[in-house]
Nanobody
Framework: QVQLVESGGGLVQAGGSLRLSCAASGRTFSRYAMGWFRQAPGKEREFVAATSWSGDVTNYADSVKGRFTISRDSAKNTFYLQMNSLKSEDTAVYYC????????????????????WGQGTQVTVSS
């Protein structure tokens, strides 16, 4: 039984940076995948970035490669999404997610892999 809470969203100018956090409540557990997804108005929820808990495997959507970085702090049971060089196209509600069962790295982009989801945090990038 885990709850995820996102924070760090807000309004930022194009070219700026923002860091999102996802804090997991309850007991520490072994995670096989941690991910970030986003949903823009009128669009389906889409994959942004994911990593294994060990950090051995990472994956990013093509649209954010080189600009976004996913990381984690095991001691704080928290993972992050550092977003740099933000564009107006990045405007969306961002959701964090965690998987507690084994998952293939090739499947990290799939919504169905994840067992727990945060409520979402709004990121708005002005031009």
């Amino acid at each position: 039984q885990v709850q995820l809470v996102e924070s760090g969203g807000g309004l930022v100018q194009a070219g700026g940076s923002l860091r999102l956090s996802c804090a997991a409540s309850g007991r520490t557990f072994s995670r096989y995948a941690m991910g970030w997804f986003r949903q823009a108005p009128g669009k389906e929820r889409e994959f942004v970035a994911a990593t294994s808990w060990s950090g051995d495997v990472t994956n990013y959507a093509d649209s954010v490669k080189g600009r976004f970085t996913i990381s984690r702090d095991s001691a704080k049971n928290t993972f992050y999404l550092q977003m740099n060089s933000l564009k107006s196209e990045d405007t969306a509600v961002y959701y964090c997610a965690a998987a507690i069962g084994p998952a293939r790295p090739a499947s990290y982009w799939r919504i169905g892999v994840y067992d727990y989801w945060g409520q979402g945090t709004q990121v708005t990038v002005s031009s």
